[in-house]
């Protein structure tokens, strides 16, 4: 290692560091991103993306910028940042910060089908347009509150925390066909391949 990569580490160190007690959220902010991004691409179809052959690599006009994304390459930078800023925040002893973003379990709230809840909850249920029958001539009587509260969004469950998340997405990536292990131990469509060896 180089005098300038220390240096740079040092730096990289210290700009962390500076985040961390000015602007905490900030930092907060990252982690949540990166391992949200992380989660999203190992479920990604194109992910890994397959290596650049022999005769890719010496054509010059791979030299041009590409507009194609690499997600192989997006999961490798967001691992390095993490490597960078990790390290840091758990060298600092700032307990009470690290289980709050860390650690807190998140709720997740179930999403509720735009046809269970109604519009308006005011207007009749149902209308009959029929005046023949003697029913038609009763009114409707519009919901009342206590109906509308059997429509109300479902209570939150609890969601692994942001390092639960985190470490098992590490986990997978590190049993990913075609990413840390060889292509052909993959089975069927599944990517991720727990095996030991």
Known sequence: MSISSVTRN?????????????????????????????????????????????????????????????????????????????????????????????????????????????QNATEPQFVIEDEDDDEATTPMLPRTTSQQGNTTRPSPKEGPSLAERLINTLVDLLFCCGFTMPLKSQIDHHKIQHIIW
């Open 10 to 118: 040092q730096n990289n160190n210290f700009a962390v560091y500076r985040a961390m007690v000015h602007q905490p959220d900030n930092v907060a902010t990252l982690l949540r991103y990166l391992i949200q991004r992380l989660s999203t691409l190992l479920g990604d179809h194109t992910f890994p993306s397959p290596p650049p052959s022999i005769s890719s690599t010496f054509n010059p006009l791979n030299s041009l910028p590409s507009s194609a994304r690499n997600p192989t390459k997006e999961v490798l930078n967001c691992v390095r940042v993490l490597s960078r800023v990790l390290p840091v925040l758990f060298g600092l002893e700032i307990g009470p910060w690290e289980e709050e973003i860390l650690w807190k379990k998140e709720s997740i709230v179930p999403q509720v089908a735009q046809d269970a809840v109604p």
